[in-house]
Each structure stands twice: as structure tokens, then as C-alpha cells.
């Protein structure tokens, strides 16, 4: 799933040849965000486009050669000169008479020939570690001289060689996103260029590069002719053109502005987009001034303590948990003010209890909805899903940035906020107050059926967070696992990692205890509670709930099937269904005697008064039952590591719970332990009610 989709979309044709654009936002100015080498399409500005679109028109199009664009054949088609008129030809076909082109690598010879050619049209020109010829070629490089040659080997830059492109394609593809991206734990932005490269074909590519771009005279006296402002971005580490690039782009062109990002290599609008966005967002607002605003400050001392809570939207959990503690936390500072920044369906659950939520929410992109894109029957890849989510949580974060730029707080809050928490490790100089990470798990675990190339990305992701805290202990003033150590599994972090259980132990403080914001004290009449609740006594009730997500509805509807099957066996079966914010109640079958509601706002209150719950594997909902002593079945999702491994590790801790396998559970099945579980009174190892206010007290040190 995308952070935003087009507000418009077409097609500029020239010559015969179709190129696909798209427009987001509305306004002056335009941004334009022009094609880099047909090797990718415009996909490649995925985590520019967000921010960038809140603050200008932006309009990108797909690169002759690859993307939704046309292929033509013949080298002839991609001169560096038609990819010029083809932005020529977008611009007029999106009604733009004048825009600030952005071009990377190869897209900073096609925004020269723009900016020298056509004045008039180009308010200013970024330009990313450019593929100008001024700098000449790396050492390592020369060898792709011979492009059109048979070589006697295929090692390391032989393989830019169109006989190996029509040998091993993918190949060469790897091994180019390998040079462009040389920082460490670059994984996805990897994945995601070989994904491109392979929307396109050795052939097409071949004649892309038997044109030739500008030589050095033809880009000098181009650079001569430019008048607009000019920024050069350029990665000190860019082994696919060389840092010297842009800094001899910068000197040609008079006036220009570099910014070289040390450590950076070639596609840093990719690998450090926060940064990137930041200056291209300064180069727009320096070209075309914004309208003034108004801004207000006060003084410290006059200031009331105020609060940013960052409640991950992932669940439902997270924003009960973070009620009772903000609850907490009003008790130990009465005029605390606390300002959530979250999305739905945590918003419900905050209007419901009366919460402030900061406007800037309704600008949040969606991680709910790309969570149940990524959702199939059962089955949710939580890690793949997550790591797919990475333009989703970047546009979030520069959202949260603007925010805080003109807002003050004495603290803001994460919990599982992985934005938040991951980019301010990435560029600690955004940190501008203190900051408390929450969260119920510690590590990301490989599926077996993942094979060792899940085993080693989830290492290498688990490597990285290791890394950052190590470099930059200041960025979380404190870190608290919502739980007790002995609830941490005892795996590794990957090969050559520490154990996890040691090394949150020596990076964390602890609730003790999971907070689920209730005292199971206040339900020990649950006959007085059924009561309340509209339950009689002489009924067995069995609730199904799935949680906040859409991802439970195929459960939800196994257990409705299995309904029949278990009011045989329980005659006295009272079934209520919650079908939860994301799913229509009215798209799930019917029985007779079967209840199916929609989002119940105090449903622990239902699961403490219940004879048996049927729930997914999600680690709030099952603790819930767990702190009243609730029988219940779990099902965790497939392929969702932290339901199959933390989850799991938690609840056989307390002793809690009977783990279903999906898989394994025709209705029949259900409808069975359902009978054989519904009478049945456990005994658990019991919840502390304490733990909501043992984690206010860590946190309010800070405010």
C-alpha cells in the first residue's frame, strides 16, 4: 500500500510515445520530480512524495523504458534529450508553466538540458548525487568502457556489460542496488530497486545506455546558461557516479549550493530521506517563500507541562494500555495536557474516553489499512508487512516532524511509535525534548518457513536498532518494556547478537507487570457484573472478538460456523460475536441465537464476565483474560511472529490460555473444545494492577 495515491493521473504523448505521470496535491509550487535511469520508474521518490505533496504540487513520471510508461525500441528513443521533452510534454500536459525539478543520478542531465534550455519553465533545480559528466568515472568504473564487448570475466563492474545484462539480468541488478546503496542495512531499499529493475528488460535497458548522455562541453556550457537557484545533494560515499560529481556540478554551476551528506552513498532520497526531504523542503521554500504564519512561543516557566502521545495504531491494545497510563500520569502532575497524535481505529477508542487528539492526526497515512492489504486468510507475514510499511511510516514521521517544529512539549511518548522511534536514531539531531519508548516485545524473530534469508533480515534489522542505541543512548530517555523480564523470550538476536532477555534487561526499566488498565478486584461479583451487562445466570456465554484490525474476519466466521455444532453440545450457549471497528457486521453470516455487535468500547469489561472467549493470538486481549481469570482459545496468525513467539512465551508463563492451530480447526473442532472448555475454571498466575501506575511513575520523572 501506498502513503498517498495521485489526486490525478494520465498520459503525455510525444512522437508517438506514452509517459505516465501523476500529480499530487494542488497549489503553487510545483515540484517536479523527474526520472532517473529507465533502471527504476518514479517509484523511486515513493518517500518523497508524501511530504513533499503536503507542501507543494508535486508531479512525477515514469522514465521512458520503464514503470507504466512506453518502451520504445532503438537507442535513439533515450537520448538524454527526450527524456527533457518528455518532462516538457508532462508539464504541459499537467498545466504547469512553471515548476523546481528535482533530478537524481542520470535525472540531473535531463534537468540541465530543462533548466538551460527552458528558463522560463524552471523556478530552481535540485540536483542528487548527479550523473553529469563533469568528475569523471571511478577507477573501479573504467571497465565499463567496453560495454558493447564480450569480457573474459563477470567480476564486479564487468557486470556492466550488456552480454552478462542478457546472461544473468537479476545479477547485475543486485549487484548495481549493491553499489547504490553502500550504507549498512539497506535490505529493503535494495529489494525494492531490483523489484523496478525487473518491471523493465536487458534489451530496453541496453539501448538506454548505447546513447550516450552530455559529454563534459556539451554540461559546462549548459551549466553556464543556468540562472535559477541550484542545490547539489551529494553522498560522500556514492560508488555509482563518485562524490566528485557533485562537487564539480556544484563549482560549474555559479551561484549553486552543496550539501554533501557524509556517509551517504548514491540514492540518499531513498536511504536518508528525512534528511533529503528537509533540504529539498528549505531549496522550495527559499525559492517560492510561504505565506506568512503566524507563530506564537511562551516562556518556559510559563508554559503548562504538555504531553505528545504517539499510540500505535496496530491493535487496540496499545491505546488502552496508554489510557490508563496517561491516567496515571494525571494523578502524579494534575495539569499535565496531553496531545494524542494517532489514527484509526485508536481514535474511537480515545473520543470515547474523552481524549484531546492534535488535529495533525487526520494527515496520518493509514497503517491499519496497509496491515489489512497485507492480511490474508489467517495469515498476516508481520515482519514482511512491516518492512513494506517503510514509506507509511517515514510520511508519518515527517508529519510528526512538522508538528513538533511549531508546537512545544515537555515529552512525547512512542509506544511501538516505530517512526518515531527508528528516524530519530537516523537523525538524532531531530530530537528537541525528551522522549519514552514503550513496548511489549523486544526483538524480530524469523518464521521457519522463512529459510535463512528471513533469518538473516530479521538479524540484520535487530542488528541495526542494537547499533543505534549503542551510538545514541541519549535519544530514549527511557525505555520501558510493558512486562516483567521472565516475559521476554530467551532467543537470540541472530547470529553473533546477544540474548535478547540480557540485553533488554540492560537496556530497559519494566512495568513488572502488563498494564491493562483495570483492577480485576472491581469484577469479583461477576454475577452482579453479568447482570449489569445483560447476561443471565443460567447462561454460558462465549464471546469471539478479534481485535482493532481487519485481519480476524476469516476466524469470526469459522467460529460462527462452528456455532451450531457448540449450542448442540452447550445448550445453554450464549454466543456474542464483536466484529470490532474494521469489519461490517452485516458482512458476517447469521444463526439464530447468535449475536453479532459492532465495536463495544468496554469489551474487558465483557471478557471478565464471560464463560469463554475465542480471540486471536494478540497479547492485550489475551492478558485481559488472563488478569480475570477468563478460560479462553488463541489462534495466532500465521506467519505473525510476535503472536507465535512472544505472545506464545507470555501466556505459558501465566499458564494461560489454550493455543489453537487455525490450520487444524475445522468448526467441528471448535465447536468441541468450546464444550470442553466453557466449564472450565483455571487458574492463572495472577496480574498486577500496579503496573499502570509503576510505568507513569518511570515516566513522569521526565515531564
Partial sequence: MRARYPDAEGYAERDGVKVFYEVFGSGEPTVLLLPTWSIVHSRVWKMQVPYLARHARVVTFDGRGNGRSDRPSGAVAY??????????AVMDATGTERAIIVGESAGAERGLILAAGHPHRVAGAVFICPATPMGGILPQRQIIQWFNEVLPHDESWAKYNRHYWMRDYRGF????????????????????????????????????????GLSEEQALAMCGQVRCPVLVIQGSEDAITGQARGIELARAISGSELALLEGSGHLPQARDPVKVNLLIREFVDRVHPPATAERSWARGKSRRRRVLYISSPIGLGHARRDVAIADELRKLHPDLEIDWLAQSPVTRMLEDKGERIH??????????????????????????????MDEILLANFMLFHDLIRHEDY?????????????YLHENPEQKRSAYVWLTDFVGWLPMPDGGEREAFLTADYNAEMIEHIARFPRIRDRAIFVGAPDDIVPDAFGPGLPSIRQWTEDHYDFSDDYVTGFDPAQFADRTALRADLGYAPEEKVCIATVGGSGVGGHLLRRVIAAYPEAQRLVPELRMVVVAGPRIDPGSLPRHEGLEIRAYVPALYRHLAACDLAVVQGGLTTTMELTANGRPFLYFPLRHHFEQNFHVRHRLRRYGAGRCMDYDASPPHVIASVIAEEIAREPVYRPVDPGAAARTASLIAELI
Fill in 79 to 88: 537520448a538524454e534529450t527526450e527524456f527533457a521533452a518528455d518532462a516538457v
Fill in 173 to 212: 541488478l543486485e549487484f548495481f542496488f549493491e553499489n547504490a546503496f553502500t550504507e549498512p542495512h539497506s535490505t529493503k531499499q535494495r529489494e525494492d530497486a531490483v523489484g523496478w529493475g525487473l518491471e523493465t528488460t536487458p534489451e530496453t535497458l541496453i539501448d538506454t545506455e548505447i546513447t550516450r
Fill in 359 to 388: 488535529p495533525a492526526s487526520a494527515e496520518l497515512s493509514s497503517e491499519v489499512e496497509h496491515i489489512d492489504s497485507e492480511s490474508t486468510e489467517h495469515d498476516l507475514h508481520c515482519f514482511q508487512a512491516w518492512r513494506r
Fill in 410 to 422: 515537555d515529552l512525547w511518548i512512542g509506544d511501538e511509535a516505530w517512526e518515531l522511534d527508528y
